[in-house]
């Protein structure tokens, strides 16, 4: 068995040593105070993440699709971050993909002896034809997770590029992986309860990744969500204010227009501006 005490993700906290003894205001400040270190941590990674967001950017362009991967925590805000990103930027299910270590029933129910399955996503990642064109970003707070390493094996064996994103300066995933992305927060409040600044930390790069990718994709305009998907009344009065701010129309042409382009924003920037 592994050495978990090794581990930055599972070393003590002397600063919450007594935190069961606090009141809540205490708690609420000490909580706050050890999230201050989080963007810090993830500020150190930057050239690693930039880096990986022009090689997802470049697998979108040429056909490949990205596939985050992980188990609990970790897993969950993978999933989280793949699927806003349907709505967010106009995408398909397949083009930025979710797989949590046993099914998507654990993400709601614990599934906590998934993440030692090495075959619990590569099956997954088989079933929808994962090749050489894609990316995987395999999540791992401690980098132990069998269920992840699993799957970097896998995606190596396909050919396809591989990120990792982890918060231990020893994990095991860095030598594995193409690219990885290491925030190192420190020990948790609460030893080992990972969902707290390593979560903070995977959900910021996490978004950072997404987010620069979609960008790098040609899927925003200026600072603007083009391609958003407006299926409710708020998103289509932001659609409609989008296009009157991009394009300096009036709002009854920035409507005619969205209907034509059969609600795509881009569509209607671009004919307005004559494109």
């Not at 069998?146 to 020893?170: D, F, L, Q």
């Not at 594995?176 to 409040?189: F, L, R, W």
């Amino acid at each position: 068995m592994a050495d978990y005490s090794k581990l930055t993700t599972e070393s003590f906290n002397d600063n919450t040593a007594n935190i069961d003894k606090m009141s809540a205001i205490e708690i609420a400040k000490i909580i706050n105070d050890e999230d201050k270190k989080v963007a810090f941590a993830v500020e150190q990674a930057l050239p690693q993440i930039a880096e990986a967001i022009e090689t997802m950017a470049n697998a979108l362009k040429a056909g490949g699709h990205i596939y985050y991967c992980g188990a609990g925590t970790s897993g969950r805000l993978g999933v989280l971050d793949a699927y806003e990103c349907l709505p967010t930027y106009g995408v398909s299910e397949e083009t930025i993909v979710g797989l949590m270590a046993g099914g998507y029933e654990a993400l709601y129910a614990s599934r906590e002896f998934a993440e030692d399955d090495f075959e619990s996503i590569v099956s997954e990642m088989r079933k929808r034809s994962f090749d050489a064109r894609d990316v995987l970003v395999a999540i791992s707070a401690s980098g132990s997770a069998n269920c992840v390493k699993g799957a970097i094996r896998y995606a190596k064996e396909c050919g396809a590029y591989t990120v990792c994103v982890s918060c231990n300066p020893n994990s095991d995933l860095i030598p594995t992986v193409d690219i990885p992305i290491i925030a190192e927060v420190g020990p948790e409040v609460i030893n080992g309860s990972t969902r707290m600044k390593a979560g903070t930390a995977q959900k910021m790069i996490l978004n950072m990744l997404s987010t620069g990718a979609m960008i790098r994709y040609g899927r925003v305009r200026g600072n603007y969500m083009a391609y958003m998907v407006p299926s409710n009344k708020k998103l289509v009065d932001r659609a409609i204010r989008m296009i009157c701010l991009k394009t300096g129309c009036d709002k009854e042409t920035a409507e005619l227009e969205l209907a034509k382009a059969n609600n795509c924003i881009a569509d209607a920037m671009d004919a307005i501006e004559g494109k």
